[in-house]
């Protein structure tokens, strides 16, 4: 088990922003230190290091998540360990959206009520078929 004296806890931090992991500082032993066991807020990239896992102490507080990047099949596995962790999560607004893969839509969530895809430009608007639209709903 961990020594909780080894760590710096942010619990006043409600908003975290952890984006683009060719720069991913959570290679940083200064930054593995850290914990935010109070997050509401959420923005990241994924696929991530597995080692920002250890930052993320609790993800019981988080009720918003922000994505970018999300295009591997290790993302998704990620994706889905968050929704399974995050019980209070109640909105994912997913960036860059045209590029989403249906396996999206197969990740489940007990909690997750609102669901925004937001696209770069007017251009890029990515309509849903018939049977995508059913693997949305459910």
Known sequence: CPNPSDYWSYSAVKFLSH???????????????????????LKMSFAFEYTFWSCLSS???LKSLHIT???TDVAYDQLQEFLRRAKALTKIVIYQAQ?????FFSLTSSS??????????RTDIRYFHPVECKLIAH
């Open 19 to 41: 984006e683009f992991p060719e720069n991913d500082q959570a290679k940083d032993p200064i930054f593995l230190s850290a914990r935010f066991p109070k997050l509401e807020y």
């Open 59 to 61: 993800l019981q507080y």
């Open 69 to 71: 990047c999300l295009h």
């Open 99 to 103: 590029g989403l893969d249906l396996k």
């Open 112 to 121: 997750v009520r609102q669901l925004n895809l937001v696209y770069e430009s």
